[in-house]
């Protein structure tokens, strides 16, 4: 009883023979190539009919009904890219025009099946208004114009022989577009951005030549380098020091459990964990910036100040290394004093203080720039002069007197003492160093006497990582070099 009624479509009125559904898809196929579907099909049509409905899956294609491949359209053809370069390309209109010629219109498409033939450039099909007469006049008069060298990415185009005079004018007033393409063709600039940038460095050069300066960025043939934006990034460094520079008397008005000395042996220690670790000096950099930078605005306890200096070095290296040491090694380096739990909650409380603030220009960044500006005076490059400049620069980072000064003008300072101490014969500023450092040398009097200072120990300080790391054959033992004159008769 309950399947004693059926649907019409299931029902077949013999049942001797197969039931054949007709489905939309189906009959418009069969429609659009014999009419109606024939009352009694074929044998061999219910063959395949029985072998379909026995199957889950469609038939494969080869078979379906042939009139259902038939009425399907064929692919569409595109035209070829010719030439798709966009530098001192004038005649790109041209060439569009030549390669929309083998492209057929949508009308055309439409008509494939029953006839072949050459559709119209998109852009003439699409003007309705000009009579097709015209339009198939300024057709073949646009395509007389026939242009050499189709592969040259930048073909040479003669602008006398215009194609515009060639064509009708009333006919071109009738397409209205393809006036204003090809009139537009003579006003593209027959040289591109390069030459601009060609003709404004050979300037830049001829000033810098002119005033004695020597331009150390067009040496470097190394993209790494930058040399094209080199001077706008050192331009950013030089204004954005000022805003992450911490304050330079914050023991004074802030620490009242900490003083200059607990810095001092703080940094001293941090100094033998890079070398222990292998640290990049641009960490050690930073990780002094950001302890001075937290205590500019948060008080701590004296016991807390390792803890604080450790976790500083954690943010550096998580930011300056490739591969930065766990949070449990800083805490073996400290003898297990401090856990894992205390590391990363001081992290987090030294992050927010500070904003995430951490791409800081530090000494080290202008001291690259420096460096390169002092070798540049000099036919073989002086690796005495890099090493005794860097370690000049990381004697003032256990100083907590030179937060006083910019980083740019400690850097500064380095490379003058450095200079000097190679060489007294000679004055150690020259005009390529003070345009690049942006520093004339009665600048650098004070920075300069107080860092003699410190590579004389003239205060017998105890603190001796960085003097111990700079005697180093690796270094040229720098740390035991000594100017025979004083730097003040220079001044």
């Known amino acids: 009883m309950k399947h004693a009624v059926m649907n019409d479509e299931n029902w077949s009125s ?41 199957l889950k899956r469609a038939a494969p294609e080869n078979n379906k009904p042939a009139g259902s491949s038939a009425a399907c359209h064929p692919h569409k053809k595109r035209a070829v ?37 050459k559709g119209e450039p998109a852009c003439f099909a699409k003007s309705s208004k000009v009579p097709e007469d015209k ?32 064509v009708n004018a009333n006919l071109l007033a009738a397409a209205g577009p393809v006036t204003s393409e090809i009139d537009s063709i003579k006003h593209v600039p027959l040289w591109g951005p390069s030459d601009r940038d060609d003709d404004e460095l050979c300037m830049k050069q001829e000033n810098l030549k002119d005033r004695g300066i020597i331009d150390i960025d067009s040496r470097h043939k190394d993209p790494q380098m930058c040399s094209l934006y080199a001077a706008d990034i050192y331009s950013s460094l030089f204004a954005r020091q000022v805003d992450r520079k911490p304050t330079a008397d914050y023991m004074e008005k802030l620490q009242r459990d900490i003083t200059h000395g607990m810095r001092g042996i703080l940094v001293d220690w941090l100094v033998e964990v890079s070398e222990e670790y292998r640290l990049v000096p641009d960490t050690l950099y930073l990780t002094v910036n950001l302890i001075d930078r937290f205590l500019s605005e948060n008080y701590i306890e004296k016991q807390k100040l390792q803890l604080l200096g450790v976790t500083c070095m954690l943010i550096s290296s998580k930011y300056e290394e490739i591969c930065a040491p766990r949070v449990e090694e800083f805490c073996f380096i400290t003898d297990n004093t401090y856990t894992k739990e205390e590391v990363v909650q001081m992290e987090s409380r030294v992050l927010n203080l500070l904003r995430f603030q951490l791409s800081v220009p530090t000494a080290k960044k202008f001291l690259r720039r420096f460096i390169q500006a002092a070798q540049a005076s000099y036919k073989v490059p002086s690796v005495e002069l890099e090493f005794l400049s860097n370690y000049l620069a990381e004697l003032t980072l256990i100083e907590y007197g030179f937060l006083k000064h910019l980083p740019s003008l400690t850097a500064a300072s380095a490379i003058f003492l450095a200079r000097w101490t190679l060489d007294q014969s000679d004055h150690p500023w020259n005009p390529t160093l003070e345009h690049y450092t942006r520093y004339k040398s009665s600048e650098l009097k004070s920075a300069v006497l ?18 111990e790391k700079y005697k180093q054959p690796k270094f040229k033992c720098v740390s035991t070099l000594r100017s025979a004159k004083s730097v003040e008769s220079v001044f």
């Open 14 to 54: 013999n049942l001797g023979e197969p039931t054949a559904r007709i489905t939309r898809a189906r009959a418009k196929s069969l429609g659009s190539s014999s009419g109606l579907p024939p009352l009694y099909p074929s044998a061999k049509q219910d063959d395949k009919r029985v072998l379909r409905a026995s």
């Open 81 to 117: 890219l010719k030439d798709v370069t966009n530098i001192n390309c004038d005649n790109l209109y041209i060439k569009c025009i030549n390669a929309a010629k083998g492209q057929p219109s949508r009308q055309d498409r439409k008509g494939s099946l029953q006839k072949k033939g």
């Open 135 to 166: 339009r198939e006049n300024v057709v073949d008069e646009v395509h007389k114009v026939e242009v050499d060298g189709v592969e040259d990415l930048c073909p040479a185009v003669d602008l006398s022989t215009e194609p515009t005079e060639s």
């Open 450 to 467: 107080e860092l003699q200072d410190l590579q004389l120990n003239t205060n017998g300080n105890m603190l001796q990582a960085i003097r």
